[in-house]
T-cell receptor
Framework: GAVVSQHPSRVICKSGTSVKIECRSLDFQATTMFWYRQFPKQSLMLMATSNEGSKATYEQGVEKDKFLINHASLTLSTLTVTSAHPEDSSFYIC?????FGQGTRLTVV | GENVEQHPSTLSVQEGDSAVIKCTYSDSASNYFPWYKQELGKGPQLIIDIRSNVGEKKDQRIAVTLNKTAKHFSLHITETQPEDSAVYFCAARGGYQKVTFGTGTKLQVIP
């Protein structure tokens, strides 16, 4: 069974609204989680590293105010896409050090 | 930072034949090399991994080899089946725990 659970799997939102994606590690504690973005037919691009109890570390070019990450517990990290725009439409995936969530297909209309 | 190159980008094989995907990495500090299978609309699934202190690892029809000196690692799938069709990503992880992915290989197994 899955060791990392990500929800929702699909979400459609209106432009200007915010969307929260949850990533849960099942049956184990994850002090570090990773958030990726994947465009069609492309590889995974690391957006940020989520650290439990501290601020996330963002990769160059990723707006931290746009993509808010919270890792308040050892089993849950959340990514909030704020004031979403159509160009934010993408496949977002979380992971622990070895296992990935199922991914979230975000469509902003 | 780490740079991972992956070849080929697409690969078609007849059912029953073998498939080989090759990757190179640049950072000699990388010590963990996972391989992922990604089906359409889903997250990557870890299928096999290898650590830098091992040269080869096998799990049923899947094997991975690592050449630390040359900074090469490869995925071998034998007796391919149609359900092996997917996109495969190699990756390398170093001391900061960040995983760098290859560009992916779309494998098509033709029945």
């Amino acid at each position: 069974g899955a060791v990392v659970s990500q929800h929702p799997s699909r979400v459609i939102c209106k432009s200007g609204t915010s969307v929260k994606i949850e990533c849960r590690s099942l049956d184990f504690q994850a002090t570090t989680m990773f958030w990726y973005r994947q465009f069609p037919k492309q590889s995974l691009m690391l957006m940020a590293t989520s650290n439990e109890g501290s601020k996330a570390t963002y990769e160059q070019g990723v707006e931290k105010d746009k993509f808010l990450i919270n890792h308040a517990s050892l089993t849950l990290s959340t990514l909030t896409v704020t004031s979403a725009h159509p160009e934010d439409s993408s496949f977002y995936i979380c992971s622990t050090k070895a296992f990935f969530g199922q991914g979230t297909r975000l469509t902003v209309v | 930072g780490e740079n991972v190159e992956q070849h080929p980008s697409t690969l078609s094989v007849q059912e029953g034949d073998s498939a080989v995907i090759k990757c190179t990495y640049s950072d000699s500090a990388s010590n963990y090399f996972p391989w992922y299978k990604q089906e359409l609309g889903k997250g990557p699934q870890l299928i096999i991994d290898i650590r830098s202190n091992v040269g080869e690892k096998k799990d049923q029809r899947i094997a991975v080899t690592l050449n630390k000196t040359a900074k090469h690692f490869s995925l071998h799938i034998t007796e391919t089946q149609p359900e092996d069709s997917a996109v495969y990503f190699c990756a390398a992880r170093g001391g900061y725990q960040k995983v760098t992915f290859g560009t992916g290989t779309k494998l098509q197994v033709i029945p």
